[in-house]
């Protein structure tokens, strides 16, 4: 069942919703990414964040470490799930590079993902310090 009791509402809504249903015409459920964007959008909105361009590397960071998470499974889920939405949103060449840098709750040391892409390429990744898939 699509949770729809609280609509997108931040500068994100539309590729939120752009994101979900692209993976729900592919036959995904997707309702639990749903709950991890509705979190997102509600810190977005919380920060006053008004255009993409202010999602940085830093702001999510801060918001994965204002969702403190007792079971990694769980933090995991979040970070995968932004991760997939910033995958997406690169594809669709609305964000160009982005960092995700992320705490690893089980040993508490700051990893950094970095994704790259360019629109006349294919992705490409340094994996140096990848947070493990």
């Not at 919703?17 to 909105?45: I, N, P, S, V």
């Not at 993902?113 to 947070?131: E, F, K, Q, W």
């Amino acid at each position: 069942m699509t949770c729809r009791a609280h609509p997108f509402q931040s500068s994100g809504a539309d590729f939120f919703e752009d994101f979900l249903q692209h993976h729900r015409a592919l036959g995904k459920c997707f309702d639990t990414e749903a709950q991890a964007l509705r979190l997102f959008d509600r810190y977005l909105m919380e920060h006053n964040v008004r255009e993409l361009a202010e999602i940085t590397p830093t702001l999510l960071e801060n918001f994965l470490s204002s969702r403190v998470r007792k079971v990694p499974k769980s933090y995991n889920h979040l970070l995968g799930v932004l991760r997939r939405w910033c995958d997406w949103m690169v594809r669709q060449e609305r964000f160009i590079a982005l960092a995700i840098a992320a705490a690893t709750p089980s040993i508490n040391q700051h990893q950094t993902s970095v994704l790259v892409r360019s629109h006349s390429g294919p992705p490409t990744a340094d994996h140096s310090s990848a947070i493990a898939r």
